[in-house]
């Protein structure tokens, strides 16, 4: 759910959290080994499942990272940006969006694609590469464009139809 608040509400992180969490954005960007790159991320406050994927240059955001679940085995290929604040509204109005992420258990998120604050990616889901994801995504469900809409239903193997539609 997201809610429009005054600019900076809620914001009490010391000057060394946050100097941590740009300082951690580095390595996670840039390490050979995907473990270490969920790592720097979890250290940033990320909330991470087991067996998530994390691709080259993946950024999470660096002002509100609380706010970003991510559950067991999804995997975010690179270049991927995932926020949960919008300062769009700063400079006019002195507000901001803001509002929890999740990505649910096994979804994949395409290259370049970006997850704005407050949407929730189903189980299961496929967001195409390149997607803006502005509305929460139903359990497998195909997303894609710019803003992302649902391209067809996804039933893996094994799976029936699930009762959304």
Wanted: glycine residues 10%.
């Amino acid at each position: 759910m997201k809610q429009v608040v005054d600019y900076g509400h809620g914001m009490t992180v010391s000057k060394f959290k946050r100097f941590w969490r740009n300082l951690a954005q580095l390595p996670a960007w840039f390490m050979p080994w995907k473990r270490w790159r969920t790592s720097f991320h979890r250290l940033k406050g990320v909330h991470i499942g087991k067996g998530v994927e994390i691709g080259y240059m993946v950024l999470i955001d660096n002002r509100r990272p609380e706010l970003v679940t991510i559950e067991d085995h999804v995997t975010l290929t690179t270049m991927c940006v995932v926020i949960s604040h919008d300062l769009s509204r700063h400079f006019n109005e002195g507000k901001e969006i803001i509002g929890e992420v999740r990505i649910r258990k096994g979804a994949f998120i395409g290259m370049n694609s970006t997850i704005m604050p407050g949407v929730t990616i189903g189980e299961g889901s496929v967001v195409a590469a390149g997607s803006v994801v502005t509305k929460d995504v139903e359990p497998y469900t195909i997303v894609g464009g710019v803003p992302a809409q649902k391209i067809r239903d996804y039933y893996p193997e094994g799976h029936p139809p699930l009762p959304h539609t």
